[in-house]
Nanobody, 116 residues
Framework: QVQLVESGGGLVQPGGSLRLSCQVS????????LAWYRQAPGNQRELVAG?????RTYYADAVKGRFIVSKDVNTVYLQMNNLKPEDTADYYC????????????WGRGTQVTVSS
């Protein structure tokens, strides 16, 4: 069973940056299409960025131009720039639900709080 461990969250002021990491317990295969999700209190989990074969990327409109997703052998990253209060949420990585019928077991996520 693949395990996911997210890290890198914290408290940051509006306009600041954070880099999130998601360590996958095995090598990321070329067939793995991965994504970052976030869930704010009272809201459903939403997909914010995806990365697939040949490093093709996808971004939700809310984060386009501010977030950058990347990956290496066994880690997926999310560089978040120009953060806004509405980016406050718990962030998770997993398979991209748009391409995979089943997702891995969710990790604990990493909390991002954007506040002055």
């Amino acid at each position: 069973q693949v395990q996911l461990v997210e890290s890198g969250g914290g408290l940051v002021q509006p306009g600041g940056s954070l880099r999130l990491s998601c360590q996958v317990s095995r090598r990321i295969y070329s067939s793995d299409r991965l994504a970052w999700y976030r869930q704010a209190p009272g809201n459903q989990r939403e997909l914010v960025a995806g990365i697939s074969s040949f490093d093709r990327t996808y971004y939700a409109d809310a984060v386009k131009g501010r977030f950058i997703v990347s990956k290496d052998v066994n880690t997926v990253y999310l560089q978040m720039n120009n953060l806004k209060p509405e980016d406050t949420a718990d962030y998770y990585c997993n398979r991209d639900q748009r391409y995979h019928d089943t997702l891995w077991e969710w990790g604990r996520g990493t909390q991002v709080t954007v506040s002055s």
